[in-house]
């Protein structure tokens, strides 16, 4: 199967501070990212997504920063909050005998009080 | 947002039983459903991508005699762990999704333990 499967890196923020988590992607013909939360024991959850013809997309806290010429994606929380604390994950549609989505290596938020 | 329903949430069997894993879309069709498989404190790991009435797609390297799917109706597929062994330990988690592309939305996912 595809995957990054890479134990997770960690990001740990006090509460009301931005966090930004990171993901490279793999194929440059993706064209829809998404990013989605996981907590412990549960399927994950979607947050936002972006086109390719984005660079930028503003939801309620959370902004999603796209750079087609590295490769590169990015997530931003507005004024962390504990119930922000999950694993993060970036994932791409990429086609192959129909759109699939392949999810990128995560990152574990912790968010002190 | 559309409801995906997964069961059992947890399982635990002998080895060398089958369990079946059922997903379910609760108010949607869903044409196309995914399974993935993840390991502790790793990613998602795309399984097979299932198509009501057609053979599902495997990824490389995942087993079809090993992990048997069946997309019956566009709002069940199934996931059968055949002679299950401790190394198929995992959390198991389904998606489905409206179209050909765009939001996937996800099962609760169940974790199964092959004693």
């Known amino acids: 199967g595809e995957s990054v499967g890479l134990h997770l890196p960690t990001l740990s923020v006090q509460e009301g501070d931005n966090s930004i988590i990171n993901c490279a992607y793999s194929?440059?013909?993706?064209?829809?990212f998404i990013w989605y939360k996981q907590e412990s024991g549960k399927g994950p959850q979607f947050i936002i997504d972006i086109r390719s013809n984005m660079d930028k997309r503003q939801g309620q806290r959370v902004t999603v920063l796209l750079n087609k010429t590295v490769k590169h994606l990015s997530l931003q929380i507005a004024a962390t909050q504990p119930g922000d604390s999950a694993v993060y994950f970036c994932?791409?549609?990429?086609?192959?005998?129909?759109?699939?989505?392949?999810f990128g290596a995560g990152t574990r938020l912790f968010v002190k009080a | 947002g559309a409801v995906v329903s997964q069961h059992p949430s947890r399982v635990i069997c002998k080895s060398g039983t089958s369990v079946k894993i059922e997903c379910r879309s609760l108010?949607?069709?869903?044409?196309?459903m995914f399974w993935y498989r993840q390991f502790p404190k790793q990613s998602l790991m795309l399984m097979a991508t299932s198509n009501e009435g057609s053979k599902a797609t495997y990824e490389q390297g995942v087993e079809k005699d090993k992990f048997l799917i069946n997309h019956a109706s566009l709002t069940l597929s199934t996931l059968t762990v055949t002679s299950a062994h401790p190394e198929d330990s995992s959390f198991y988690i389904c998606s489905a999704r409206r179209g050909t592309a765009g939001e996937l939305f996800f099962g609760e996912g169940s974790r199964l333990t092959v004693l």
């Open positions: 194929n440059s013909a993706s064209d829809y």
């Open positions: 994932a791409e549609d990429t086609l192959g005998g129909g759109f699939k989505t392949i």
């Open positions: 108010d949607f069709q869903a044409t196309t």
